[in-house]
């Protein structure tokens, strides 16, 4: 995302990060059915089975799962851009790395998603 002639602003960054903590908040304050069991929505995701098709619980959990995803993308790029508006270019190239972890969970609640659905 860098470009050398580009005027940075933390405009970006903030808008980022209020993705982020916008989708924070609907993981976590959006119910699921499994917390009064004491379950979290990861393993109710993670117990449902193939042959069972149409698990509308275990779907909105793997949605759950997939939407925190992405709130860890979205802060870690506010501050990925809050580093290059500070000029700490090979920070904000390292951070980049991290994106990694995030993108497996993306890559998680899609396939329980779809052991879900299917």
């Not at 851009?81 to 993306?106: K, Y």
Request: hydrophobic content about 55%; proline content about 3%; overall charge positive.
């Amino acid at each position: 995302m860098h470009l050398p002639e580009e005027k940075r602003d933390l405009k970006y960054s903030a808008y980022f990060c209020g993705m982020g903590l916008f989708l924070l908040g609907v993981v976590f304050l959006t119910p699921y059915n499994g917390f009064i069991s004491g379950n979290s929505f990861l393993r109710i995701a993670q117990n449902s089975q193939w042959f069972q098709p149409g698990d509308w619980i275990a779907a909105w959990c793997s949605l759950k799962i997939m939407l925190l995803s992405g709130a860890g993308i979205c802060l870690l790029l506010s501050v990925e851009e809050t580093l290059l508006f500070m000029r700490r270019i090979s920070m904000a190239n390292l951070l980049i790395l991290t994106l990694l972890v995030p993108m497996m969970g993306l890559a998680t609640g899609f396939y329980y998603l779809v052991k879900a659905v299917f």
